[in-house]
């Protein structure tokens, strides 16, 4: 998602590509920070998350914890503007523990002798009118 934006914020095409993601009265994002993105990318999630601020719901999950976004976004004050507004009025669910992917890996003992996966913490934020 954030490519596209970012694609469609270089060819001034930003306005009809927000309309898709202001639509739905939920908009899920998963696995953010998995990438890192330029300044662009940031600037127009910050536009998107701006845009649909107190008027539609935000689901986001990431494995990355709030203080570390100034890096996945490439800029620290982006970064904190956008989760001034995905915080307020916000729900967060906070999970740490092993990855359900390499435990169900290591059940069906494809991980033989494996230590113990990489600790993971996904959290889960969502805003609402």
Not at 12 to 41: N, S
Not at 80 to 88: E, G, P, Q, S
Request: hydrophobic residues 45%; contains cysteine.
């Amino acid at each position: 998602m954030l490519f596209v934006l970012r694609q469609a914020q270089a060819e001034h095409r930003l306005d009809r590509r927000m309309r898709v993601y202001l639509a739905p009265k939920v908009l899920i994002i998963d696995e953010f920070g998995v990438w890192p993105c330029d300044r662009t990318a940031a600037t127009a999630l910050f536009a998107l998350i701006s845009a649909r601020y107190e008027r539609g719901s935000v689901i986001l999950t990431s494995n990355k914890a709030f203080a570390e976004w100034g890096e996945v976004l490439g800029d620290v004050v982006v970064a904190t503007a956008i989760l001034d507004r995905l915080l307020h009025h916000s729900h967060v669910i906070n999970i740490r523990g092993e990855s359900y992917r390499l435990r169900e890996r290591k059940r069906a003992g494809h991980m033989i002798g494996a230590q113990s996966g990489p600790e993971v913490t996904q959290e889960a934020k969502t805003t609402s009118e």
